[in-house]
C-alpha cells in the first residue's frame, strides 16, 4: 500500500516524500483511514512502529479540509497529550515535518521550562496543541488555553500516563474538551487501568494492534547508519574506537569481506577472530574459543559460518553488510544482550542495501532508529555505487560454464 492509496492530500504527500517515507508502516496503514472517518480508536502500538504519523497525518489532513477564515483567528482544534517532554517535543517536530505545505500552526508546551514564551505563542493562535498534563492544566487555569473547540484528543503512550500518575489530569482534560469529541489512544502495553479508562472515555473505538516481531522485541538498541560503500570500513573503525565496546561479533557477507575487514582491523591494533566457510573445523573451533574466553573481542563472521553456533550475550552485532534475508537480521541481533541488560544492534546500509533495509523494517515492524550525526553520511540521493571492472570482458561470449570451470567455483561464503 502506499501512502496515495490512504486518500492523504497532496500538501501532506509532499511533506511525507520529503522526510523519506516510502511507504505506511503497518499502524499507519490500519489507523490512518479509521482516523479519517471520524471513528474512535484504541491502539496498541508502541514507539518506532511510525504510531505518531499515524495519528499526526490525518489529523492534519481533517483540520487541512475544513479550515475557518483566517480572520476568525485560529483555535486549538487537535489536542495531544504526551506523559514526558521528550516525547511531547518529538511529537511537535513530527507535526512541523508533516505540515510544512499547510498553513496549519502547532505549539508544544511542557513544564519545567519558562511559561512565558509558551503563552507568547498561544495567544498568537495554534491549530493543535501538544502537551504535558500539568502544563496544560495550568495553563488552561490561566485561561491561556481554550480547549471549547477540539475536535480530536489524542492521549498518546497511555500506559505511561497512568503510570506516571496523570489519571485524574487526563480525565480533566478530557471533560474540558467537547463532548462530541473523537479520541484517539495509544498505549504500548494495555494493562486494566487503561483498558479501564478506555472504557470510560472512548464511543465504540476501534481497536488495532501492531506489536514488534516477538524476536526482535527483547531488549535490543538498534541503530542504522546509512554511509557509502566505500566509507563502511572507515566507519566501522570509528564507531569500534567510539561507540562500541565489549563482545563483538561483526557479520559480512563474504569470506572474502571478512578477511579484508580482519586485515584492517588486525593493523588498527584490534583483536580479532573470524569464521568463514574456508576455515578447517579446527582453526573455527580455535577462533571461537578465543572470542569466548576473551582473548579477542571481536569476532568476524558470515552468516553461514556463524549458523548454529553457540554465540549469544554478545554487547554488540555489527551488520557490516545488510543480510538480503530479513529474517537472517532478525536471528543476528537477536544474538546480543547479555541477562537483564539491553544489546546492541548496528547497521552500515549502503545506497544498494537500502531495499533489505525497508523489507526489515516490514518483517520486524519497526522503523529503525538512523543515526545521521558521523563522519562519512550517506547523499540521502545517491545512487549505488557500481563497481565497473578494468577488463572490457571476454571476447568470448557469455554461456553456460564448462564443468571444469564449475569445480574451479569457489564458496563466496
Ligand atoms: P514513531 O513510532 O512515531 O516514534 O516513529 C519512529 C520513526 O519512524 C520516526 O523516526 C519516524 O520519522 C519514522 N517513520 C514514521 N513513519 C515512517 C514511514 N512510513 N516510513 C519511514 N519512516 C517512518
Redesign the pocket.
Known sequence: MS?KDLNLNKPLLRA?AE???????L??EKTIPVVLEGNDLIAS??????????FALPILQLLFDKQDAPKKGKKIRALIVSPTRELAI?IGE?FK?YSTYTNLRSTVIYGGTGIEPQIDVLNKGVDILIATPGRLLDLHKQDVVNLDYVETLVLDEADLMLDMGFIDDVKKIERLCPEDKQILLFSATMPFKVEQLANTILKSPQRIEVTPTSSAAKDISQVLYYVPKRNKIELCLHLLRNTIKGSILIFRRTKFGVDKLEQTLLKNGYKVETLHGDKTQNDRQEALKKFKNGYVNILIATDVAARGIDINELDAVINFDLPNVPETYVHRIGRTGRAGNIGHAYSLCSADEKTYIKSI?QLIN??I??EEDHPYPLDPKAKPEVHRSKKTGSKHKKGRKGEGSKKKKKRWY
Open positions: 501512502f511525507i522526510a523519506g517515507y516510502d511507504d505506511p508502516t499502524i499507519q502500538a508502541q514507539t518506532g512502529t511510525g504510531k505518531t504519523a499515524a518529538q513530527n515535518t523494517q519497526v522503523q532508529p538512523v
